[in-house]
């Protein structure tokens, strides 16, 4: 249950934001980069697995919208702002996270993959640790059946980074967003964490070389 006022932020906000998103994501460049032999979400037939760290939210947000992603995100009032922006966005909010509603919400994503979806898990959200996974990534997989999770990382090359749990990224106009796909995965949680930060090596390593380049 929502207060009057947490209503009426409920109505008015994630449609500006949605605005707010699509605009500012309209301004930026996207490159990919793909470990070996590894393809992208947008490459593979779902249903599949892909888990990324919650700093990146944004930034990869316009990208992958109206693709019909399921993405786990907590029962709070933060949470409800963020899931009724995302399904404008053209994602499929699934409610729950790992200390609330966690049980129905990962029936909700086996249900999901099952009908075909990509299922993206923010491994470390929504309130950290940072860059620590939890198991649901993991558990999704045993359930499902998957026999293996992929991960990615979207990099902007000039952004501002919050003081928050995660060292929120938010791209600036006209940047470049670098997304770095890691080689595919077992179901285990220290290889989805070791993937995930290869990715985040990746993109990074991506954007000073070519800053290196471009200095020459």
């Not at 207060?3 to 500006?16: E, N």
């Not at 930026?28 to 992208?40: D, E, F, M, S, Y």
């Not at 709070?76 to 399904?87: M, P």
Request: hydrophobic fraction near 45%; proline fraction near 6%; charged fraction near 15%.
């Amino acid at each position: 249950m929502f207060s009057r006022k947490q209503r009426f932020l409920l109505a008015t906000i994630p449609p500006i934001l949605a605005f707010v998103i699509r605009s500012l994501s309209s301004t930026l460049k996207v490159r990919q980069i793909h470990a070996p032999n590894t393809l992208g979400a947008r490459q593979i037939p779902g249903p599949t697995i892909f888990a990324f760290w919650h700093c990146c939210l944004l930034a990869c947000a316009h990208h992958f919208r109206d693709l019909k992603i399921a993405i786990m995100i907590s029962r709070s009032f933060d949470g409800e702002l963020i899931a009724r922006t995302v399904e404008r966005l053209g994602f499929i909010p699934i409610r729950g996270s790992s200390s609330k509603g966690g049980a129905e919400a990962l029936l909700a994503m086996v249900h999901a993959y099952k009908a075909g979806h990509i299922c993206a898990f923010t491994a470390d959200g929504p309130r950290g640790p940072a860059r620590v996974p939890k198991y649901g990534v993991v558990r999704l997989a045993e359930l499902t059946g998957a026999t293996w999770i992929g991960a990615f990382h979207a990099q902007p090359d000039r952004c501002w980074t919050l003081n928050s749990w995660d060292r929120f990224l938010i791209p600036k106009p006209f940047s470049t967003v670098t997304i770095a796909w890691s080689e595919h995965v077992a179901p285990n949680l220290d290889a989805v964490t070791v993937s995930i930060n290869q990715a985040v090596a990746m993109a990074q390593q991506a954007i000073v070389d070519e800053a290196i380049a471009a200095n020459r």
